[in-house]
């Protein structure tokens, strides 16, 4: 069985997911969307209990930066609560399908528990030797490269030589596009400090439906306060955050369609990337209110 009070290796998260697909085979399925720089293979699992395929979806992925240890441990919990706890949580399951992939950047986690715990971006090969990786969120092909990203290989928000230099992003866009219809939301985790941020990331504008990426996301924070959790500052990632272009929230919702497009970026604001693993259950648990509140807006509103 599983806990939340550690952070898992690559191997062991992807042997929890195999154990819970050999055990809930008419509820969760895993697929592999192929392979990372490093030849790991990338697992998304499909959490359905019917419908074939026609049901709305949602997307979730973690772990694009690798030092961002409870995005995958978060992704990993909503897996865990749909799954084993299904019981209780079927009413997210009997209308909508999920797609999760709890570790978008495996090479870089494992980097980040081996070699460097504050390691951030893939691990490719760069035109600098001695400055490896990409900044997997500034290389997705919408509006690329234009603002908040590097064309350096030190830095660590460069956007690669060209878009999609990355296979992990790669794998993610072509998996996306292959499910764009069914998928109605998507939702990326990072940390930290608090922040639901909807698109864009390459603009100060807002897209035309913002009152409902707002409405929507100030629903999930409400869930988090009663939970126990701090609100969540909301707004577009430009205007709350700062402008950087190429992050998969903008690819999804500006290329692949999918309306409703949100970065999550966990608590806490103390601790930072290193958040002790005493607190990752307390941060799980009460994120997952939120995740219920999207899951329940995709059933009601497609
Ligand atoms: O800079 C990022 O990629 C994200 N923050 S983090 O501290 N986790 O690195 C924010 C991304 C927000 N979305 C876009 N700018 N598109
Ligand atoms: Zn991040």
């Given at each position: 069985a599983i806990s939340f009070d550690q952070y898992y290796r690559y191997d062991e998260i992807n042997s929890y997911l195999e154990e819970l697909a050999a055990k809930y085979p008419n509820l969760m399925t895993l697929e592999s969307i192929g392979k990372s720089y490093e030849g790991r293979d990338m697992v998304v699992i499909k959490i359905s209990s019917g419908g074939s395929g026609t049901r709305?979806?949602?997307?979730?992925?973690?772990?694009i930066h690798a030092r961002e240890w409870?995005?995958?441990?978060?992704?990993?919990?909503?897996?865990?609560?749909?799954?084993?706890?299904?019981?209780?949580?079927?009413?997210?399951?009997?209308?909508v399908d999920w797609y999760i992939l709890p570790v978008l950047n495996p090479d870089g986690y494992e980097y980040s528990h081996t070699a460097d715990r504050m390691w951030r971006k893939t691990v490719s090969v760069t035109p600098i030797s001695g400055c490896p990786g990409v900044d997997g969120n500034r290389n997705f092909g919408f509006h690329w490269n234009e603002v908040g990203a590097s064309d350096y290989p030190?830095?660590?928000?460069?956007?690669?030589?060209?878009?999609?230099?990355?296979?992990?992003?790669?794998?993610l866009r072509d998996f996306a596009l292959a499910h764009k219809e069914q998928i109605k939301l998507y939702l990326t985790f990072h940390s930290y400090g608090g922040y639901l941020l909807y698109p864009w990331g390459y603009t100060s504008e807002l897209p035309p439906d913002w009152h409902t990426l707002q409405e929507l996301a100030a629903d999930a924070s409400l869930a988090h306060l009663n939970a126990g959790g701090?609100?969540?500052?909301?707004?577009?990632?430009?205007n709350?955050?700062?402008?950087?272009?190429?992050?998969?929230?903008?690819?999804?919702?500006?290329?692949?369609?999918?309306?409703?497009?949100?970065?999550?970026e966990l608590t806490d604001t103390y601790y930072g990337f290193q958040l002790p693993a005493e607190l990752i259950n307390e941060t799980v648990t009460r994120f997952f209110e939120s995740a219920r509140v999207f899951g329940s807006y995709v059933k009601e509103n497609f």
């Open positions: 709305p979806a949602i997307l979730i992925d973690g772990g409870i995005a995958p441990a978060t992704a990993l919990y909503v897996i865990y609560q749909l799954v084993e706890n299904n019981a209780a949580n079927s009413a997210l399951t009997d209308a030190c830095y660590e928000d460069y956007a690669g030589e060209v878009a999609f230099s990355e296979i992990e992003a790669r794998n701090d609100p969540f500052t909301i707004g577009s990632s430009t709350v955050l700062y402008a950087a272009a190429g992050g998969s929230d903008d690819y999804m919702k500006g290329v692949a369609g999918i309306e409703l497009s949100y970065t999550a």
